[in-house]
């Protein structure tokens, strides 16, 4: 990922690719690690390379573990912050909302615009609904689940509409089966699946009818116009956002 957003970053005539940091590959130049053409910027093994070359915004598609420790540092020196990553607890946006002062900060589940669209239909779909259901398709390479989209998905529903029917299931044949109960007992189904890069679907259905609203993203290069227009706009935005929403002037 980190790798698609130097890509991004360089081919946008309004922004410029000033530093990468990747303790993994401290040293190297650039190129040998993106692909990207920018002679003699070799890749940092620590926050002085953003400070050094001047950074005003930061990108971290990265680890939870990690990625609090970079909000934190962004937030000390000044930096905006823009994180993909997924894992943040509430306790976690408390602690950004204390830290960024100087500096903004946007944490958004997914940056495609697409699925921010996807949320957005489905979050005003609940109040018509009184089942929904949300499955979420990744690699076989993610981590936790569900994912953070699924997640935020299930929040903006639950939040939109209290009239929710129980599950009638008696009987589970396999744990788990019905997936995970999410706010409001909406239920999440996560996938992990070689072949897959993310995808989710919501089925929302009363009497009569059933409504799915769905997004694919068939490759990485989806999240890029979300994250390019993050780092133009993450200056007019103080403090700390969550979600891409905002920024795309659907608040």
Known sequence: MGATVCRAITDDPDLELVAAVDPSYEGLDVRQVTGVDTPGLRVGGSGDALLDARAEVAVDFTRVEGARENA????????HAVIGTSGFEQRDF??????FTKSNCLVAPNFAIGAVLMMRFAELAAPWFDTAEIIEFHHESKIDAPSGTAVSTAERMAAASTEWLDDPTQKVVYDGARGGSGPAGIRVHAVRMRGAVASQEVILGTTGQ?????????????FMPGVVLACKRIAEHEGVTVGLDAFLGLT
């Open 94 to 99: 408390d602690d950004m909302r204390k830290r």
């Open 210 to 222: 059933t409504l799915t609203v769905r997004h694919d993203t068939v490759d990485r290069s989806s």
């Open 72 to 79: 934190a540092w962004c937030a000390a020196n000044g930096v």
